[in-house]
């Protein structure tokens, strides 16, 4: 038999000073970067902030400062600039440029003394990926450029989906709590509740730390991570349950939670491993598009796992210690 | 073996046989080259194509876009209106041939249209986002146009002059309007605007006719600028001084796209008679056709109303100019050669081809939309994005797939092996369950991801069951009560564990959109079967042999 750790007994409980302040720690972090994604400071994918994205090949290289420099002509010096690999994709690149405030079309107006200033003015994102890639031909008239994909995207539609990701994740979170309220206690419910809610902040404010990108596809991670996170906790749950049920009068009550974290400990270390693996997987081999969404789920592997052994389960023996109910 | 167990049994192979003859279509569609399949048998190709796995935009390629509808007076959009707006789109849609459109309402005032495998995203912007209001204009006089030339000049140079505090240089300036009315006499002669500003000083010319220094050439009732200028002029006439020196009775309006004459591109700036002649309501047909010059044409039909109108209007002005007018636009302002009733001609302005032609011809057959458009997103994927993400995809499975396999059989080896079976039969039944008639979901990129993470996900369960058994066999049960303590103990765990992940993958859906839907039904549906694949199969296949001895695990 192969394994991986023996029988362990490891106070989990008992560090849970320590791993408050850590989870206070990463829970506030994550407070401050969904404030700042709100006010939109935060570093927001083209999906929520509007903006251009273009993916396209030149016929002979081209270097990226070559490239910056035709870009900033028309004022878009700072876009994102990436070199593209991959079957079918030779000299090619993405572009992005984010956000219908900074991005802009020339406007040409008068000055007091009667000269002509060019102007940059906000555009909204379909008339941005126009702007790009007329800068880009013009340019290299020399250097056929051909379009693959695009992405235009006006603000108004980031609106719409910031809402329906909160939205979602709000739901999401009620009916978690909903439902193990239902099967367990209130009590369960909550502390899974709290759990699951660090996890979803830890990841966005690691994020925010790292300064990804938060688009969609991460948003959507975040989800996953959450059913992944509470899929943990409800495990360590089930086995305090059980352990509760026949150990109520002859243990005390953090004791009985720890040895059940103890007791289901290789199962969540190999499920962790195992789903961790593919993730990384897709992290490595699933390219540009999936790389975030992956990174995040990767994250959220580890701080749920971590969460449900010391979040969830200590916020079940604070309660007990602070206003006993089972103890007798 | 008991006989529940046989019947289990059946119904295991019996799902694995429909999970194959319902794959099939699939396997046979994209092992090969689709258009290989196409050349060869066109029938076959679209029954597998119909019964094949249905490839996202992103998998696949495609144009995505959403749309806002504006009421045209600025009020609330009903859903009447957002139903008829979206009904004329799919009417242009279907009339221009693309296949497969998917179009949906979105929220209130939004619709959603998807054009998979189609990958011209200007074409499609211009079918589905204009208006296609189609109006006639006569022209004003060459001397109307002359004399707003002038007017525009002088406000512009005025404007032009403020913060020059030198009033002599003002006055030098009006003295010298003399000389700059000869050169606009040459300019007027359709001489080339270069010969014109060789012969006086450039600069001087410049500030004087600010404006005419931007036309290339001025024919009769409209201006040529060159593309260089275009932008320039455009910015002159946003100026509300030079809005103010045109009469009501004038519209200044720019053609459709831009004419290349010799090697310079020009746009052309109509000044028409603001007066709408005619609409394009009572047009029934419109038909793309060459005409004798072999310049591409729309030949339009009118209903015996509108045969009248238009008989009036053209006979009353034989031998003038008549503006075709497009969303605000001037497609072209062919002279009236003779009286027309019903049948009319739109010639096509600038360097138009057949199928600029085609698409306007669709769009006036498929109507005007009731409300005015505006594109909030426009998504294309070309075929290298789509086949790099493909390939991707299937890599990033293939290898995530074989790391949970082997660490399974390294791990628990028998046992895990058999948890690997049931992850096979997982996968399997995911991409089945998704090609069922009337379930018919798309696989999209994050929808591949999600079945990945399934993979995960599902040998969850099995890791819960084989450590429960692992626990009992230590209290020293036997091999057999271990294995049934130990799925007996896992199951409500592993239902509670499951349930959580489905609450997620469902509010996913509700709100998610697009790609983020694929990856919502891929878990949901993986986590789901998996309830059945790693439970029920596996037992079976440990309840296979009675007695055990020592268990592989």
Sequence with gaps: M?????????????????????????????????????????????????????????????????LRNALSEVGHGKAKIQSITGEGFENSFMIRVQGSIESAIPETTFAEDGNIVVNMVAAEGDELGDLLKDAITSKFKENKFTLDSTNNISAKVGEKLTGDAIKAIVFA?????????????????????????????????????????ISLLVITALLTLAGYSLTDT????????????????????????????????????????????????????????????ALALAMGILVGTYSSVFVASPVLVEWETRAPKRVK | MRRGQFTWMVVVILAIIISFVLLYPSIAFYSGDPEIIRQEDPSRFFSLKKRALKLGLDLQGGVHMVLQVRDPRGGEVSSYVQDQV?????????????????IMKSGADQIVVDLPGYTDIDTAKTLIGSTAQLQFHLLRSREECEALLLAMDSVLAERLETGEEEVGEEAAATDESDTTDQALVDLFGEELADTAAAELDEEEFEKTRPFSALLDRFTGAWYEITMENFHVAQQYLEIPEVQAVIPANHTLMWGTRPERLGDRDFQTLYVLNSNIEMTGESLVSAQEAYDQ????????????????????????????????????????????????????????GGDATISEAYLLAVLLKAGSLPADVEILQSTVVGPALGKDS???????????????????AMYYRLSGMIADIALLLNILFVLAFMVIPGVNA??????????????????????LIFERIREELRTGKTVRASIDAGYDRALL?????????????????????????????????????????????????????????????
């Design chain 2, 390 to 408: 493909i390939q991707k995809g299937q890599t990033a499975a293939i290898i995530g797939l074989l790391l949970v396999v082997f660490f399974m």
């Design chain 2, 442 to 463: 798309t696989l999209t990129m994050p929808g591949i991801a999600g079945i990945i993470l399934t993979v995960g996900i599902t040998v969850d369960s099995n890791v």
């Design chain 1, 234 to 293: 409800v495990v360590v749950f089930d086995r305090i349950r059980e352990n509760l049920k026949q150990f109520r009068k002859r243990t005390d009550y953090p004791s009985t939670i720890n040895m059940s974290i103890n007791e289901v400990l290789s199962r969540t270390i190999i499920t962790s491993i195992t789903t961790l693996s593919v993730v990384l997987t897709i992290m490595v081999f699933g390219g540009e598009v999936l790389f975030d969404f």
């Design chain 2, 86 to 102: 979206l009904e004329k789109i799919r009417i242009r849609v279907d009339k221009y041939g693309i296949t497969e459109p998917e």
């Design chain 2, 293 to 348: 010059l072999r310049r591409p044409v729309v030949n339009f039909e009118l209903d015996s109303n509108g045969a009248r109108k238009f008989a009036s209007l053209t006979g009353k002005h034989i031998g003038e100019p008549l503006a075709i007018v497009i969303d605000g636009r001037v497609e072209s302002a062919p002279e009236i050669q003779s009286r027309i009733a019903k049948n009319g001609q739109i010639t096509m």
């Design chain 1, 2 to 66: 192969m394994r991986i750790i023996k029988e362990t007994n490891i106070n989990f409980i008992g560090s849970r000073k320590f791993s408050f302040m850590f989870s206070g720690l990463l829970f506030s972090l994550g407070v401050l970067a969904f404030v700042l994604i709100i006010i939109g400071e935060a570093n927001l994918g083209i999906d929520f902030t509007g903006g251009a994205e273009i993916i396209g090949s030149f016929e002979n290289p081209v270097s990226v400062d070559e």
């Design chain 2, 493 to 553: 765990t592993i239902i509670d564990s499951h349930v959580t992940t489905l609450i997620t993958a469902l509010f996913l859906f509700i709100f998610g959109s697009g790609p983020v839907r694929g990856f919502a039904v891929t878990l949901s549906v993986g986590v789901f079967l998996s309830l059945f694949t790693a439970l029920f199969i596996t037992k079976i296949i440990f309840d296979m042999r009675k007695k055990y001895k020592r268990l592989s695990i």
């Design chain 1, 173 to 213: 979170l009620l009916g978690i709590l909903i439902y193990i309220w239902i099967r367990f206690d209130f009590r369960f419910g909550v502390a899974a509740t709290i759990a699951t809610f660090h996890d979803v902040l830890a990841v966005l404010g690691i994020y925010f730390l790292l300064n990804r990108e």
